[in-house]
T-cell receptor, first 116, second 111 residues
């Protein structure tokens, strides 16, 4: 079974631009979560989607948004990029169906974003 | 919200030694505790997890222990090998919430 895939793997943008990152979950997984990883803050949760609905949201500004499609693929968008948005953006999928039960999250390789 | 503290931040051991990484959590409602290994250029990979109804779990050279009363859990790696060198993350979740991660431990195993 194929793992979680993320595109693109690397991206360079300039301040003020916007960016869209894509994630394809493991086949059959309907829950997709996004995380931002930086050396200073570690892994921080952005948002979780299940069946096209945002189920959880982390403490990030409104410039960070996401969506999920009917085939469970997900995208996240960052508008008006800032230097501090440079990070590794990780997507994880899981079989989580019950809202109260956490299941194993399988991570993709990430998209490394550099904002100049 | 949940807060997860992880220690040590770096750990150097000789091949064949044991390595122990410890985490504490703040939310007593947390009931799921996974450990991830992240190698350079890759996403985190689950190595073992434990739920709050279990005190210990083993998988070959890897074990995790959970003390709900003290709100801490630990990762134990025995007979370490150079390929165990990586960054290890602990995490906690209440089930409803997503994962809250510790800051990570860089493990270096010297031959």
């Amino acid at each position: 079974k194929a793992g979680v895939t993320q595109t693109p793997r690397y991206l360079i943008k300039t301040r003020g631009q916007q960016v869209t990152l894509s994630c394809s979950p493991i086949s059959g997984h309907r829950s997709v979560s996004w995380y931002q990883q930086t050396p200073g803050q570690g892994l921080q949760f952005l948002f979780e989607y299940f069946s096209e609905t945002q189920r959880n949201k982390g403490n990030f500004p409104g410039r960070f948004s996401g969506r999920q499609f009917s085939n469970s693929r997900s995208e996240m968008n960052v508008s008006t990029l800032e230097l501090g948005d440079s990070a590794l953006y990780l997507c994880a999928s899981s079989l989580k169906v019950l809202a109260h039960r956490q299941e194993t999250q399988y991570f993709g390789p990430g998209t490394r974003l550099l904002v100049l | 919200g949940e807060n997860v503290e992880q220690h040590p931040s770096t750990l150097s051991v000789q091949e064949g030694d044991s390595a122990v990484i410890k985490c504490t959590y703040s939310d007593s409602a947390s009931n799921y505790f996974p450990w991830y290994k992240q190698e350079l250029g890759k996403g985190p990979q689950l190595i073992i997890d434990i739920r709050s109804n279990v005190g210990e779990k083993k998988d070959q050279r890897i074990a995790v222990t959970l003390n709900k009363t003290a709100k801490h859990f630990s990762l134990h790696i025995t007979e370490t090998q150079p390929e165990d060198s990586a960054v290890y993350f602990c995490a906690a979740s209440t089930g409803y919430s997503t994962l809250t991660f510790g800051k990570g431990t860089m493990l270096l195993v010297s031959p």
